[in-house]
């Protein structure tokens, strides 16, 4: 993943662009894996930054702890 990723463009629908983001760890989490993640619930209305070893996500809600559960790696 990219350190800065956004997805989607439409005017309409960016109201989500200035919710507090969620912040997740970054120790541990597969990057391919929260993108999986993003795209599978929001295909294209998210934001990914990557700041002191956390992602800071925005997107129209927040990723459930067992979907965040499911981007960590304990041997990556």
Partial sequence: ??????????????????????????????????EAALKEKWPNQYVVEMRSNEYRVRAPGKLTDEEISTCYSYGY
Avoid: A, K
């Fill in 1 to 34: 993943m990219s350190r800065f990723r956004t997805h989607g463009r439409g005017r309409s629908n960016e109201e989500w662009r200035s919710n507090e983001p969620q912040c997740i760890p970054g120790g541990y989490i597969v990057p391919r894996r929260l």
